[in-house]
């Protein structure tokens, strides 16, 4: 049969990026407690294709992920980039990988346990050197300090998602990302709140008002102090409920002298 | 050309419903202030068909749809679905129309204005007689009550959606059904709140707690008292904002004696 | 703490469902291997709510959960049903789980093997007796045989997703439900195929058209057969190549004289 | 009242962007017949933050958008912006709108005409100079070379979503953008089409195939010769009948030696 991904092509035009998209594929993660964890992930993997061939080979893409879903650790994500540069024969290869990620969470007071889940992501490239960035959404509670200030009791409060995305030297486990998060809101959530929980949380929140403002710069101040992360990119998008839409803020950083180096 | 459509088919199945899903189209409606609203709505039109015909023929749905859509009212849909049994040789019509509604609103102290959006919908279904439903979805603010009784100050609250659906005698205005909804929640949601707005919205709410449960019941009693209701399914889901997952209550009600007359 | 959820109700409402939606959660599931298989669920629980109490316990629903995620058989929701009654001290206890579910999969010529993703679900509800729907979502492809038929060469194809929801009284694997689903269309889809493939599931599809009416079709005619199903009802939606809508039909069924009766 | 968010901020660091996001307004446009056009915009709305103070005023966001919408031309973008600085004390100002714009398309034998929808998006930045991208979305038809290649006979092909983003220095309508991305793939779609279309469309797409890299090849090709257009992305995602992931390409392109000038 012929190769029709194989013909020259003569428009001349190189492409950046082609691969397969939305691939939900199981997969198997290390976690800090140094247990595998099974979750389901949908990836995009992407090569650049040089100017003289008409098509890539879009089966290869999978039989590569074959290969590494049952173990794709953060350190082994340069390996499936290598494949990938070479089976396809392309100078550049890229991959998305989103999966939730669940940790077992005692209640403040009460201790009960139960799962929270959180939306991670990997995403590496690899041309000459393997650019990796390491992502964590996390749900948090946040209460206006305006509302607070102006208000004879109580002040609006609502769930927001903290987006933290890093580059980093040495190793950087999720579960901290996931800290560091829980930390710069004004409360974490929970999926199992007892009464002297609900109690807690309340409170705690109230004590700690924080404007989408205040949450983006303490995860600045925090990522700022960590020598491990030379870049990251922090969101906050905050469920207002008082309005139908949301309040956002984003602070990026590049700590890097020359965006060329590691630190 | 052969109409493979009209084909007779030996497999003695009726089809309960089938026609075009997820077409997107811009409509005119008309609103409570008797000026048209131009909109954009997802459309679902859908027919049964005998067992003795192999297709439907989907491009007629999309015909009609083009002689109706400048001025699709409710009163109008009747029209929509005697021309689909029509033209499709149908015993049974159904449509689905789900559309973003926009109001003008005014903060309850500055009175400043700003626009707001619902998602409706209208569901109509033709066989001998016609069945419609009318559906709003209206964003509200609930304070917990739980939180606020067991707390020294401060209470959990968040942005919830409730849903109202409702078939009726009489007419009853999209505008109607969003009042009844941001009446039995702890607080409306605006567009635009300047400070002195945003204090009484805060107060409001904390003086009006509201379970998911408390609600749903409002919704209900409201409801029962309207006479040109005779059947209502009310829904609240409140995006806890201590918790990453949502509180939910459903309460459906028909309140004719027998199901196959209108009150 | 006062607990304010069993405050005395006055307005004399029953609630109908009332409970937490949209928990996402960890879950164990058997195979038809009998393998376990570790997915994640999104999940929705619900009681009724007499009209005497004000409110119900949120915590005690994902209490349950934590006991049961590890193996949340078929088979163990009736326990799970069981426990949410006396817990929650209510009549009627309603449970949705949604999960992707993965199969090994082989190309069907080079026997390349990969993973396909299926999106799947269980609902229970238990009153006096147990009402259990198993639920899959099976990827297809559908090839329309009026562009086949009036067209030079070539015809138009598409991904297509059919649903398919049985009530049963004998064990009815998800594998078996997925096969039902893939001999009803024009081709299965495959996460890998090798050249070789690729010419025979197109061919296959070009010699096997089907419209929407004839996939929902075939599927009642294989389950009107099975004695194991007692109510069905299937759904095909095709992402219409030509179109940017799509085209749906329905069937339901219930074989039952007496819809209260299991066959 | 204490204006809270003009309190100090002593963390010492400024914020890249703040702002309201997911605010849903309906919008009014021009379109190239110079009549208007009303549709729903999805629009998020930042500014940078200098780090010494603690909060924006999200209020302002929607009274300047509360100002213009009712003519939210992209020649007057650059005037919102400007506003958006000035009321926030901003150096820079950011927005973002998405929109379904609908044409007149007519079949292309029986010339029935129907609606079709696109989404758009505007994207404008104002620091000192504007930089203003449009977007477009075009739901198209691609069919695959290798598989009418190697088939017997018939070919895999399905919808596709190509998207084209510009930056521009000469007046560029969106409806000649919808023609390019129209003209690099298999074939357009349509909302209607009679048999006689179908048989065209069938056949125009078997006699044009077109891998994803085939697509954006042909986008830059295009837009390479066209002199209004100094910056683009392409892109093409195409939902793959015989896989249940897409395939997709991605091209980006700056034609300016010193990317700091138009050209």
Redesign the interface.
């Known amino acids: 049969?012929?190769?029709?991904?194989n013909q020259i092509?003569n428009?001349n035009?190189?492409?950046?990026?082609?691969?397969?998209?939305?691939?939900?594929?199981?997969i198997v993660l290390l976690d800090r407690e140094n247990e595998v964890q099974?979750?389901?992930a949908s990836i995009?993997m992407?090569v650049n294709?040089p100017h003289d061939f008409?098509?890539?080979h879009?089966?290869r893409f999978?039989?590569i992920l074959?290969q590494h879903?049952h173990k794709l650790q953060i350190d082994s994500l340069d390996e499936v980039l290598l494949k990938m540069k070479r089976r396809l024969k392309a100078e550049e290869a890229h991959i998305e990988v989103f999966f939730?990620y669940?940790l077992e969470k005692s209640a403040p007071v009460s201790e009960?346990?139960?799962?929270?889940?959180y939306e991670c992501s990997f995403t590496g490239n690899l041309r000459e050197d393997l650019d990796f960035v390491l992502g964590v959404k996390v749900?948090v509670?946040t209460?206006?300090?305006?509302?607070?200030?102006?208000?004879?009791?109580?002040?609006?409060?609502?769930?927001s998602i903290i987006s933290i995305k890093v580059r980093y030297n040495e190793l950087i486990w999720i579960e901290e990302l996931i800290e560091i998060a829980e930390q710069a809101a004004s409360?974490p959530?929970?999926?199992?709140?007892?009464?002297?929980d609900?109690?807690y949380?309340?409170?705690a929140?109230?004590d700690n008002p924080k404007?989408?403002?205040?949450v983006?710069?303490?995860l600045?101040?925090t990522l700022?102090k960590d020598d491990r992360v030379y870049w990251y990119k922090v969101e906050s998008?905050n469920?207002?409920?008082?309005?139908?839409?949301?309040?956002?803020?984003?602070?990026?950083k590049d700590k890097r002298e020359n965006p060329d180096d590691c630190l």
Chains 1, 2, 3, 4 share one sequence.
Do not use: W
């Not at 009960?112 to 889940?117: D, E, F, P, T």
């Not at 209460?143 to 609006?156: D, N, Q, R, T, V």
């Not at 404007?211 to 205040?214: L, R, S, Y």
């Not at 469920?239 to 990026?252: G, K, P, Q, R, V």
């Open positions: 049969m012929q190769d029709v991904q092509d428009r035009i190189p492409i950046d990026q082609v691969g397969v998209k939305d691939l939900t594929y199981p099974k979750t389901v995009n992407y294709l008409r098509g890539t879009m089966s999978v039989e074959n879903h939730p669940f009960a346990k139960s799962m929270m889940k749900p509670n209460l206006c300090p305006c509302s607070k200030e102006i208000s004879e009791s109580g002040a609006h409060n609502q769930r409360s959530v929970y999926s199992l709140l007892k009464r002297e609900e109690k949380v309340t409170e929140a109230y404007f989408v403002e205040d983006v710069r303490n600045a101040l700022n998008e469920f207002e409920s008082i309005h139908n839409h949301n309040a956002y803020a984003l602070i990026e």
